[in-house]
């Protein structure tokens, strides 16, 4: 017995001996690891500040301080004034010679500059690997400093400006641009940089010089790369506001802070049992209200709109289109990031600041479908310009060679299409991808033509010979067409033989379809010659061809929209939280029926090539919606409305029997308002059809004239 309590007790003993030593261990090792971390982490930023990094790169030595010679930024300048647009002699694209790297010292060998930062070296990589890039400096239009200048509150301005006149080709700033995303007024009055172009983010409307200086966003890297949630909580707040930059709100407009639907936002007070004072990074993402700590930018996704600070220089409007918390701007505080180009109107909203005090219900009295169509386009705007630096670089570039190379349709289309997606995250409805280069859009949205002077009919027709041709017969007395199309849909008879066609002075031409398919009205066919398109159903007998002729002289004004008769309107059913087709008669309309309507050819090409396949499809399956199709790709193309033509609003054949038409019997409208729902679910969501509340008559329509004195008198009755 005292033997075994002898050898228990010493089994006892060494093991507790080996845990002392084992902890003792990792004490000496935790010790050993983080002296070692510490030593190379101090080691790693003395080389930093002293330059090592860069020293494989050539030095230059710059002047002494007393020898700046530059002169100031001038206070006006434009793009015709202190630009040499001679330089650009290449019209196809902007040139921009980017500077190799080089490392700028003083007489003793030290860097007069700190290191290019992360974001600086994004921009230069992104330049570098664009289409505007321009290898040799005497072909450059655009001349882009590796000198980085993205944050002038740390920048030596003297500094900057010597390293600046050491440029091989700066000629005092001409056709150079400098980048910044944090800067004064004050530093822009003491810049020395002649006539360089500056694009930064803290541009006051007093300090921003139109067409010349460009406005960006202020892009914070620990904030714009955060993932958000793909399951976000539903936006209970009317309006955030980031409190760090409106501080004063609460003792002015106590009435707005003290609203149920507003949250404030502030930073949180360091070292607190809120905030990870050790951890800066954590920090920055935290913001605090009242006793409550939220993770930064994802507390934005809670709210509908954001109030943005008045001072330009916070990165709060980009962490606000992020998330798709639309922005609410206060007037003439701030020039907003690419203000030449993006349409800030339908993404945002400006405000008086005496309106404040009533901001809230100002802002709850916007409409759903708005605010869903605001958030959409605010979000679209993040993913195409502000998600990273280099894409800012290249949006300033893109907006230098607007201003040089002015095309007002073009411009507006590049900055303000939108990149649906559809909820799977495929690409949706993107007509305009491989179309940035302007050189590649179709002519008409160039240079809209007015010297058009023909038009070509595809008529769709099955087995309804007899009524195709009273249509034909119609048709022909239109002065501008020039011919006429029959795609003869019925693969199980052949067209009938050439004599039975009426004899037209229009030149006509039957085309047996491979398939029973409504898309193939709209397959641009090689014998289509014209720029206009008419596409006519077999049974439209009440059109007179002044009406033709009418509807073709308003599509030569508006060539990127369609033109039509018969219109109809969509509708969105709060309830049901679904889309909805009507067809009465009233105030408003965001189609018209492809049964009779102008188009360009070129969307004939988008709706059979680029339009997504699965509306092709579903309409191939339910024979029906291809009109509803062409709407949606024509506004979502462009952004606009269809145009109606003539008061008339009845063109349909009366004669026909109900088994022949498409269009009788109830299904036919269940149908199309599953298309309207269907087909904004493939558009990612969006809904892109927009209403109008006009129409296009002759100028002497039902004015008191003699008839020979109207040049289209046949325009019927309603």
């Known amino acids: ?191 020395r940089a002649g006539d360089a172009m500056l694009a930064g983010a803290g541009f006051h409307p007093q300090t921003y010089r139109p067409d010349f200086d460009i406005s960006i966003p202020l892009v914070n890297p620990r904030t714009v790369k955060v993932s958000l949630p793909i399951h976000a909580k539903l936006r209970q707040f009317t309006l955030i506001v980031p409190l760090t930059s409106h501080a004063h709100l609460p003792q002015q407009f106590p009435g707005l802070v003290a609203s149920k639907d507003v949250l404030l936002l502030e930073r949180c007070p360091p070292h607190s049992n809120l905030t990870n004072g050790h951890n800066r990074y954590h920090d920055e993402r935290r913001r605090c209200s009242k006793s409550s700590v939220h993770q930064y930018p994802t507390v934005l996704l809670r709210g509908d709109f954001c109030l943005i600070p008045s001072i330009p220089t916070t990165p709060a409007l980009v962490d606000a289109a992020k998330t798709g918390c639309i922005p609410v701007v206060m007037k003439n505080t701030r020039v907003m990031p690419f203000v030449d180009g993006i349409d800030w109107s339908g993404a945002s909203m400006e405000v008086y600041k005496d309106q404040l005090p009533s901001l809230v219900g100002i802002l709850r009295a916007v409409p759903l479908l708005k605010k869903e169509e605001m ?162 159903d077999d049974d439209i007998e009440m059109v007179t061809p002044d009406e033709l002729e009418f509807g073709f002289q308003v599509w030569k004004e508006f060539p990127d929209r369609l033109v039509g008769f018969p219109g109809r309107l969509h509708m969105y059913n709060t309830s049901a939280r679904r889309y909805q087709y009507s067809s009465k008669w009233g105030s408003e309309l965001s189609m018209v029926l492809t049964g009779a309507a102008f188009h360009h050819k070129y969307y004939s090409y988008l709706y059979t090539y680029v339009m997504p396949k699965a509306i092709r499809h579903w309409i191939n399956k339910h024979m029906n919606c291809e009109d509803i199709a062409m709407n949606y790709l024509v506004a979502g193309f462009t952004g606009k409305p269809p145009i109606k033509a003539t008061p008339k609003k009845r063109f349909r054949c009366e004669r026909c029997s109900g088994n022949e038409s498409l269009f009788d019997g109830p299904d036919y409208f269940v149908e199309r308002n599953l298309c309207l729902n269907n087909f904004t679910r493939l558009y990612g969501n969006h809904m892109p059809l927009r209403r109008v509340e006009y129409r296009a008559d002759p100028v002497l329509y039902h004015e008191n004239v003699p008839a020979h004195e109207q040049r289209f008198r046949q325009l019927g009755s309603l």
Not at 156 to 174: I, K, Y
């Open 375 to 536: 958030r959409r386009k605010v979000v679209n705007i993040f993913e195409r310009f502000f998600q990273s630096m280099g894409e800012v670089a290249l949006a300033v570039l893109q907006t230098i060679e607007d201003r040089l190379t002015p095309n007002a349709i073009h411009q507006h289309h590049f900055w303000n299409k939108m990149a649906a997606q559809t909820p799977e995250g495929q690409p949706g409805m993107q007509p305009l991808a491989k179309l940035d280069d302007p050189h590649s859009l179709p002519l008409f949205m160039l240079h809209p033509s007015r010297q058009a002077r023909n038009f070509t009919a595809v008529i769709l027709s099955y087995d309804r010979f007899k009524t195709l041709v009273r249509v034909l017969k119609k048709i022909d007395a239109t002065p501008s067409l020039i011919k006429i199309i029959v795609v003869w849909n019925n693969q199980k008879v052949k067209p009938p033989p050439e004599s039975s066609w009426p004899k037209l002075t229009t030149a006509l031409v039957v085309l047996q379809g491979r398939y029973n398919r409504l898309n193939n009205r709209f397959i641009p066919f090689k014998e289509i010659e014209t720029d206009c398109i008419l596409a006519l």
């Open 1 to 191: 017995m005292a033997l075994s309590k002898s050898l228990s007790a010493l089994g006892v003993g060494q093991g507790h001996g080996r845990a002392v030593r084992v902890r003792t261990a990792v004490k000496i090792f935790s010790i050993t690891f983080f002296s070692c971390l510490a030593i190379c982490f101090s080691a790693t930023w003395l080389c930093f500040k002293s330059g090592c990094f860069t020293s494989h790169l050539p030095s230059v030595t710059v002047r002494e301080r007393q020898a700046v010679h530059l002169p100031l930024l001038p206070r006006t300048c434009s793009i015709r004034q202190c630009f040499q647009v001679t330089r650009c002699h290449t019209p196809e694209r902007l040139r921009v010679y980017v500077y190799p790297e080089t490392r700028f010292v003083d007489r003793h060998g030290s860097s007069v500059l700190e290191d290019p930062s992360v974001e600086y070296a994004q921009v230069l990589d992104a330049v570098r690997s664009s289409r505007f890039y321009e290898s040799d400096p005497g072909k450059a239009c655009v001349f882009l400093p590796a000198v980085d200048t993205l944050n002038l509150y740390r920048t030596d301005l003297t500094n900057l400006s010597l390293v600046l006149d050491c440029l091989q080709w700066f000629d005092n700033g001409s056709n150079h641009l400098l980048l910044s995303m944090l800067f004064d007024a004050r530093q822009l009055t003491s810049l």
